[in-house]
């Protein structure tokens, strides 16, 4: 059962290189959404979408960008990695209604 | 004022210890509530649904009280397996979730 599958696990970038962090669902979830989370806070909410084709920003959305092109895929961009933006990466999803979300295993990135 | 906001702790129980945690939430339109369980470099995973009638599972409470916009999470006989973050989840207008910033949970024995 995959569930939410997140790749990379690690990741070290440089300032102002770029990457994508993968995020795939296999549950035909309509909602997903992207956290960050720094050491020893709680989770920020950074993109989320309610469908292909729907993304909305969050609370922490400058210096990320995403697409969701189907349902099963929403991967997050950095364009120019910052310092700040060293973090632990939760990509998560769910059906509608009151149900639960359903977490990757976490993407950890450091820029240096 | 954060949209969901947690005492962050730590809580130092010793085992058998009654625990509660309280959770308060600014968004008086927030429609769903939860509590989540984040083990040390894990994931979150649901612990419950927080009811407006509050509910109960096993030696978890939950309670919700919308007039005072809080909700609270009660821990009966505390284990040494319950050491882990409890993260307070607000859901409003049905797809932004909204996490609290956690509240750690220490028991020994």
């Known amino acids: 059962n995959a569930g939410v599958t997140q790749t990379p696990k690690f990741r070290i970038l440089k300032i102002g290189q770029s990457m994508t962090l993968q995020c795939t669902q296999d549950m035909n979830h309509n909602y997903m959404y992207w956290y960050r989370q720094d050491p020893g806070m709680g989770l920020k909410l950074i993109y989320y979408?309610?469908?292909?084709?729907?993304?909305d920003k969050g609370e922490v959305p400058n210096g990320y960008n995403v697409s969701r092109s189907t349902t099963e895929d929403f991967p997050l961009r950095l364009e120019l990695a910052a310092p700040s933006q060293t973090s632990v990466y939760f990509c998560?999803?769910?059906?509608?209604?009151?149900?639960?979300?359903?977490f990757g295993q976490g993407t950890r990135l450091t820029v240096v | 004022r954060k949209e969901v906001e947690q005492d962050p702790g730590p809580f130092n129980v010793p085992e058998g210890a009654t625990v509660a945690f309280n959770c308060t939430y600014s968004?008086?339109?927030?429609?769903?509530f939860f509590w989540y369980r984040q083990d040390c470099r894990k994931e979150p995973k649901l612990l419950m649904s927080v009811y407006s009638s509050g509910n109960e599972d096993g030696r978890f409470t939950a309670q919700l009280n919308r007039a005072s916009q809080y909700i609270s999470l009660l821990i009966r006989d505390s284990k040494l397996s319950d050491s882990a973050t409890y993260l307070c989840?607000?859901?409003?207008?049905?797809?932004?979730?909204?996490f609290g910033a956690g509240t750690r949970l220490f028991v020994k024995a």
């Open positions: 998560a999803s769910r059906t509608g209604g009151d149900a639960e979300a359903f």
């Open positions: 989840v607000v859901r409003t207008g049905g797809f932004k979730t909204i």
């Open positions: 979408s309610v469908g292909a084709g729907i993304t």
């Open positions: 968004n008086s339109a927030s429609q769903s």
